[in-house]
Structure formats: structure tokens, C-alpha cells
């Protein structure tokens, strides 16, 4: 059969039934088929109608009640076989589904299935500009998620799939919310709500404090109860800095519970139990900017939402929430696009490096290290115009500065950089950008008389080509060595006297230029570089 059900052999028991007929069964029947209808006598024709009418109207109700038996028992075997077969299917189906809201999206995308369509750039922030690619990136997040087996396999290809994989997500929902409501106290620990606020949903969602968390200073968002970025989740809600959004404490302590049990956060529980998602699904290492390619790291997003949800008066995870009105699905999907997208790389690098460390207990090469960046706007203003900017503004180069004209001054440090003294190898010296390096011209000045080869005195000439070069005088760091090829460096204090030099002698002249190239987290990264000038006498 087509449907893969055994059909039992009954050829036997067909025999069986022939060899038993009697033989005056048999005669009646070659009586019958022998009477040639075209040479046969009236009264033989009658006859034989009778005998025939006789044993058909009985063989055929016989034959309709075998005929629905039959239809029936094969109907019972079919169904019992393909439901035996569909249920691991089915099951398997929906456990994909549950890890994907766990570790995507909590909601299926709309016209998410069939899942056929060109794969784009899931980093790309173009994925958000038309409702079409937002499809496209849906559909490229789901097929990077699902596994190699599974992508190419037949069972992508399954009637049902998009029906039961949505179960699947839908059905994990109640998990989420009883995670987080059962472990209240212990995940909003150190926020300054008191146990008994934490145990109630209504006053907890009412209480002063929940209210200033779920705040933001910046004055565009003042008007608005529930904002894109509200203080909880920063590292420090009293002074949120946008450079730690997304690492506040609460959110890694929700993210291990979902991960590893009750447990994690001290709370004592039974021996045995399910095996925690962490374990199962084998999660060990987050690598930094990589946030398509890892599940894990969207997992952040699910959590700190259902933190931000919980802290609202909305009951469930509906796309549309009761009371607050928020779209959440367009809000996860806002979060998600940060935390994504290549422009942000830099800093969302930083972000999943600490949520490594802390929700895993894992060493990442790429986590942040504890620094203290400059002033900077303290929300997404500038973030949001990254994003916003176009295309080919994002991917331009940024051409060199020209050169200063000839003895204009070099540009000044900031103040809380100071030239470094170079003493070692000039092989240890990181080059710089070329853009950030001072122009320095050896050239003599067009009205300046070239200096005389056979000076008697080699230090007179070097303080002439210094002043040629606009870089000698009284106030100068340079320190001129006092024999052939020895470097020097720029000190803070004044120049030393240098011993008379020989004629005929090259002297060399070394000096370390201090800069500072600015990085887009606002961190200043010092370096120098030497630059050797030879003067020829």
C-alpha cells in the first residue's frame, strides 16, 4: 500500500475455501456458465435467469458487507500506524519550536511559513527597512537556527510543520512567565522592593519604585510610561549609562534561571527532575558580535523582556498588551535589532562578552574589560542614527586630513594623555594611522640659505636644520645624542648639552611623536611612534 501498511497474504485460506466447495455447488455452476444464450431453448434460458438470480442477490449483499468490513479494518490499520508514526514527529516538531522561543523570538513571525525565500544579511540593519525584508530576515534567523539535519531533511517539508512548530513556541509561554513569577524575590533582589510588593503581582506592578525603574531621563521619552529603554536595563538604573545597557544584574540573574533551574539563584529544590535547558542543549561559549549565529545570545532579549513584561500590569504575553498597549513583538524586535545588527557590532561585542562571564561561567576572549569610558549621551539618540543613516554613509571611508601648512603647530593631546618615553626598541612601538600623525617636513624653507657642508661645527649646523624645521628653540623636549646613531626621545624636562661631535660625522636625530586615536566606545587608546630624521652635513 501507499501508506506503508502491511496487507496479510489470504491466498491460502482462498484455497482452502475452493478445495471445500461440494461438488453439487460445482455442478450448479458449470450448469449455469455452459448454457450458450444464443442457441439455448426458452424454457433453458428461463432456467438458468432463475438459478443465477438465486445466488446473486445473495452473494451481493454478502460481498457489500465484506467490502465495508474490509474498508474499515484497513481504515483502523492505517490511521493506528500513521498516528504511531506522526506522534515522535509531531513531538520532535514542537521541542524545536520551544527552543526557538526560548533562544529567538517568543512570537512565530506572521506568513513565517512555508519558510521559502532568498537568505539575507541577518546583520544587516537594511533588514528593517521594508516589511518584506523583515520577512526575509525572519525566515534567515529561523533557517541559520534550525540544524543541518533538519534544514535539508524532510522534515521541514512536513504539511503540518508550520502549525505544530507554532504550538511549540506558544506552548513555552507559560514556562517563561511561571519561571519568573515563582522567583520573584530572588531575581529583583537589590532594586529596593520590599518581599511582600515581590509577592504581589498588582501591588508590585504599582509600587514607586517598579514606576522610576521602568523610567527614562531622556527628555524625548519623558511623556512616555513605558519607554524603549527604560532604566532597568542598565547596570546602574539610579545612572544609566548606555554603555552598560542591557547588563543590569537582573536581567543575567533571569537568564540563568531560565537556563540552569531555581537552583542557580539558591533556591533549594528536589533531587532529579528534567535536565536544565543549559545542559541539554550543550550552551558553553557565546562568541562576541556574533548574535545570528548564536542562540544564546538572543536569549538575552527573551529574558530582559519577560524581566521589563513582568514589571508592567500586563498578565499575559499577548502581541498586543492589555493594559500598557505595547506592541511587545515590535519592541523585542527593536532590542533585537541593536544587539544585532553590524553596526552596533563594537558594542554589542562588549555586551555578550559579560553576559559569557556571568550567565555562563565561561572565560570569553572578547568579554569587556572593566574600564571607565568617557562622558557620553547616556541613551540611544546616537544609536539610533547609525541605524538610521543610509547605506553608502555607513560604508564610506573617512579620507585623511590634509596637511597642515609648513610650521603650523602639531595638534594638541587632550589633556589626560601625556607623552610616553620611548626607550626601548623601535620594533615595540605600534605604528599609528597615518591619519593622526602630525605632518613633519624635512624639506629647508624656500627663503632659508641651505646649510654649508664643511661646517667646522656640526652642532651649530644641527641647531640650524632644527630651526629650518620649526621644531628647535629654547622650549624644545628634543634631546640631541651625543654620538652617531644613538636614539633619543621627547622628555618633559629641558634639553641636555651634548658634547662636541667630530667632523665628518653623521649625527641622527630620534624623537617619539604621542598620540591618541579615539574609538567609537568612547575609549582612548594611547600609542606612539618614532621617527628617525638623519641630518647630512
Known amino acids: 500500500m501507499a501508506n506503508g501498511v502491511p496487507v496479510e497474504d489470504f491466498g491460502d485460506q482462498i484455497n482452502d475455501i475452493v478445495d471445500d466447495n461440494d461438488e453439487e455447488e460445482e455442478r450448479e455452476h458449470l450448469t449455469i456458465i455452459q448454457v450458450n444464450p444464443l442457441t439455448a431453448r426458452e424454457e433453458e434460458l428461463r432456467l438458468t435467469l432463475t438459478r443465477v438470480l438465486h445466488k446473486y442477490i445473495p452473494l451481493r449483499v454478502e460481498n457489500k458487507a465484506l467490502k465495508r468490513e474490509n474498508r474499515i479494518l484497513r481504515s483502523s490499520a492505517s490511521s493506528s500506524a500513521r498516528k504511531s508514526a506522526l506522534e515522535p514527529l509531531e513531538i520532535l516538531i514542537k521541542t524545536i519550536g520551544r527552543k526557538y522561543c526560548v533562544l529567538l523570538r517568543l512570537w512565530t513571525p506572521d506568513r513565517l ?70 522567583n520573584m524575590a530572588k531575581i529583583y533582589t537589590g532594586l529596593g ?42 547596570a546602574d538604573p539610579d545612572n544609566p549609562d548606555w554603555e552598560e545597557c542591557f547588563m543590569a544584574p537582573v536581567l543575567i540573574r533571569a537568564a540563568r534561571l531560565i537556563l540552569f533551574g531555581p537552583t542557580v539563584l539558591g533556591v533549594r529544590g528536589g533531587s532529579g527532575g528534567r535536565t536544565p535547558k543549559g545542559e541539554l542543549w550543550d550552551l558553553k561559549h557565546i562568541p562576541a558580535g556574533f548574535i545570528t549565529n548564536v542562540a544564546i545570545a538572543v536569549h538575552i532579549l527573551i529574558d530582559l523582556h519577560l524581566v521589563v513584561h513582568r514589571m508592567t500590569p500586563d498578565d499575559s504575553l499577548n502581541v498586543k498588551g492589555k493594559s500598557t498597549q505595547i506592541m511587545w513583538p515590535k519592541r523585542h524586535d527593536l532590542w533585537y535589532k541593536f544587539l544585532s545588527s553590524k553596526v552596533m557590532a563594537e558594542w554589542a561585542a562588549n555586551v555578550f562578552g559579560v553576559w559569557d562571564v556571568e550567565c555562563l561561567q565561561t572565560n570569553s576572549a572578547d568579554a569587556a574589560t572593566t574600564s571607565s569610558p568617557d562622558p557620553q549621551p547616556s541613551y540611544a539618540d546616537e544609536m539610533f542614527a547609525k541605524l538610521a543613516a543610509p547605506r553608502e554613509e555607513r560604508r564610506k571611508t ?85 654620538s652617531s646613531g644613538s636614539p633619543s626621545s ?48
Do not use: M
Not at 525572519?138 to 517539508?157: A, M, N, S, W, Y
Open 490 to 537: 621627547i622628555l618633559t624636562s629641558p634639553p641636555a648639552s651634548a658634547a662636541p661631535l667630530s667632523a665628518g660625522t653623521n649625527p641622527s636625530l630620534s624623537f617619539v611623536i604621542s598620540y591618541a586615536q579615539p574609538r567609537s566606545t568612547s575609549l582612548c587608546k594611547v600609542g606612539t611612534h618614532v621617527v628617525n630624521l638623519r641630518l647630512a652635513f
Open 193 to 234: 522592593i520590599d518581599t511582600e510588593t515581590l509577592n504581589n503581582a498588582d501591588a508590585f506592578a504599582k509600587h514607586p519604585r517598579v514606576c522610576f525603574l521602568l523610567t527614562n531621563p531622556d527628555p524625548k521619552e519623558a511623556k512616555n510610561p513605558y519607554p524603549d529603554f527604560p532604566r532597568i536595563l542598565h
Open 398 to 482: 573617512p579620507s585623511p586630513p590634509a596637511k597642515a601648512p609648513f610650521g603650523s603647530p602639531s595638534p594638541e593631546l587632550p589633556p589626560t594623555i601625556l607623552p610616553s618615553v620611548s626607550s626601548g626598541p623601535q620594533a615595540q612601538v605600534p605604528p599609528p594611522a597615518a591619519s593622526v600623525l602630525p605632518s613633519v617636513s624635512s624639506g629647508p624653507r624656500p627663503e632659508a640659505p641651505a646649510p654649508s657642508v664643511s661646517d667646522p661645527h656640526p652642532i651649530a649646523a644641527l641647531d640650524r636644520q632644527l630651526n629650518l624645521l620649526s621644531i628647535g628653540g629654547q622650549q624644545s623636549s628634543i634631546n640631541i645624542a651625543a
Open 113 to 182: 511559513f512555508p519558510a521559502t525565500c532568498e537568505l539575507i544579511d541577518p546583520a544587516d540593519p537594511e533588514r528593517w527597512t521594508t516589511d518584506n525584508l523583515q520577512l526575509r530576515g525572519f525566515i534567515t534567523d529561523l533557517v541559520r537556527f534550525l540544524e543541518p539535519k533538519i534544514r535539508t531533511g524532510p522534515l521541514i517539508q512536513y504539511t503540518n510543520f508550520g502549525a505544530k512548530f507554532t504550538e511549540g513556541v506558544n506552548s513555552e509561554h507559560g514556562t517563561f512567565v511561571s519561571a519568573i513569577k515563582d
